[in-house]
């Protein structure tokens, strides 16, 4: 199976540097802008706005399924789940039916925000700042810094295109973790665990995360 | 000291300098290791035996009872001893922060220790990262290693300590044998060593919702903390992946049309 994890000779590229450098090296790392139809502005635009209602979910002080429905109707307005749903199928996505893909991409959805949301405690009172974004191939790089206080300030890369029809974005990269990789490892574990077939793991997401 | 420990030091620390100058002269001129990519993992029956016993014995130490309990994963007194212990471990990170000929955060890793020492009496408090912006820098022997050249080798999963590869385990090993604590007398090493293990327990504790869910959530929990951990240990040790021509586009991913 292809690895969406993005590999990987590179430049060596010290992230210590980066944050001492801060804004002046982040400008000089950003690649000339080249003829999109979504440009750097909006992409910043749709993050900026993502991050503000993520950062007010997490100051509403819900906990749990309320803060977690919180999270898919963030998702669900940001996001591409359509996309980010085939790619976690993999090449099973070829086979399922038009009717199977919308089950499988409405019972994950719930299963991303569940999931998702549990993991976000460590990110309560960290406060998202949209650092600069950056052409690659057809999309853009958008990356903000999540400050938590009295820790070392980690970084979240947002990638988002608008070849959805609508600027969304598609995945996430936290800390070097590639959300889309991770994906598709656990989705072809659970189809595994299932021996391809897709009902059943349909079913597997509605409970599981 | 007493003389005999000052003796004892006195060969130890030789030994370990020379060790470690053996070690630095062979890969001198060698610049930081390229970035390990894919999963490079030929034991991964054993790997998955262990990862195993470690799910258990995580379960049996750790597991919270409900995943929604919303009260905070550590209290008070935990985070006190989790501050007093990762203030123990910071004179390690600038001996191998100077190791790695990066003097920047050695001084930061300095400033930290001798404020929250003082101020955050003993450790207890975290002035130094609340009121002067001084977060911990964190790094360790494998990170060293990797400045040096060494490349990560296989994925290892270790007993207890949980997800690795042959270089920082390599490096967990020697970060035993070079920690500065080292010089202290038995018993106020014994105690230092048990504030260390206590702040080991405590961000477990901190991150339990994230560990839960990857442990004992995941279809597939080995493959999840394997990827997990060499994604994130690239990035702490390379940088952001910048190989842009090779980045993931899933609409244009044949796979999926």
């Known amino acids: 199976m292809p690895q969406p994890m993005i590999p990987m000779t590179t430049l060596r590229y010290n ?9 002046a090296g982040l400008a000089g790392a950003l690649v000339p802008g080249q ?44 996001a591409d789940v359509n996309v980010i749903a085939r790619s976690a199928l993999g090449v099973a996505a070829r086979q399922a039916s038009a009717a199977q893909m919308a089950a499988f991409t409405k019972a994950y959805q719930g299963y991303l925000s569940r999931k998702y949301g549990k993991r976000f405690r460590e990110f309560i009172g960290a406060q998202f700042e949209v650092k600069g974004a950056r052409a690659i191939k057809t999309f853009y790089e ?68 | 000291m007493t003389g005999t420990t000052t003796q004892r030091l006195g060969i130890r620390t030789l030994g370990i300098a020379t060790l470690i100058l053996s070690m630095a002269a062979g890969l001198a001129g ?24 470690n799910k258990k014995a995580d379960s049996v130490l750790f597991r919270a009872p409900s995943s929604d309990d919303t009260r905070p994963p550590v209290g008070p007194v935990g985070h006190a001893i989790g501050n007093v212990g990762n203030n123990l471990g910071l004179p390690s990170m600038v001996l ?56 990560e080798g296989t994925y290892l999963e270790l007993p207890i300590f949980g997800p690795s590869t042959e270089r920082d385990a ?7 044998v070079i920690d500065p604590l080292n010089a202290l007398d038995p018993d106020p090493r014994l105690v230092a060593k048990a ?20 442990l004992h959530d995941s279809a ?38």
């Open chain 2, 96 to 151: 191998n922060s100077l190791l790695q000929g990066r003097p920047e955060p050695a001084i930061k890793n300095t400033f930290r220790f001798i404020i929250n020492s003082t101020l955050g009496l003993g450790g207890i408090f975290d002035p130094a990262g609340t009121r002067f912006s001084l977060p911990e820098s964190t790094t360790d022997f494998g990170e060293t290693l990797h400045v040096w050249g060494v490349g």
């Open chain 1, 142 to 209: 958008v990356k903000t810094t999540a400050i938590l206080k009295g820790q070392a300030p980690f970084e979240v890369l947002w990638q988002v295109s608008d070849r959805s029809g609508q600027d969304k974005f598609f995945n996430l990269i936290v800390e070097g973790v590639n959300m889309l990789a991770s994906e598709r490892a656990e989705i072809g574990a659970m189809l595994d665990r299932r021996r391809g077939n897709i009902d059943a793991v349909i079913q597997d997401l509605k409970t599981a995360g």
């Open chain 1, 15 to 23: 992230r210590r540097f980066i944050l001492g450098a801060g804004v």
């Open chain 2, 30 to 53: 060698c610049g930081p290791a390229p970035r390990g990519s894919g999963i490079n993992d030929p034991y991964e029956a054993s790997n998955r035996q262990t990862h195993a016993f």
């Open chain 2, 170 to 176: 390599l490096g967990k090993v020697v970060d035993l």
């Open chain 2, 220 to 257: 597939d929990s080995y493959a999840q903390s394997r990827l997990l951990y060499l994604q994130n240990r690239r990035f702490e040790l390379n940088g952001e992946e910048r190989n842009d021509a090779a980045a993931y586009d899933p609409y244009d991913d044949p796979a999926l049309q």
């Open chain 1, 35 to 78: 003829a999109f139809a979504l440009n750097d502005s909006q992409a910043r635009a749709l993050i900026e706005r993502a991050v503000t209602d993520t950062n007010a979910a997490i100051r509403s002080g819900k906990t749990g399924p309320a803060l977690y429905a919180m999270f898919e109707r963030i998702f669900s307005k940001y």
């Open chain 2, 195 to 214: 504030f260390r293990l206590g702040a080991r327990v405590e961000t477990r504790k901190k991150y339990s919702a994230t560990v839960d869910s990857v």
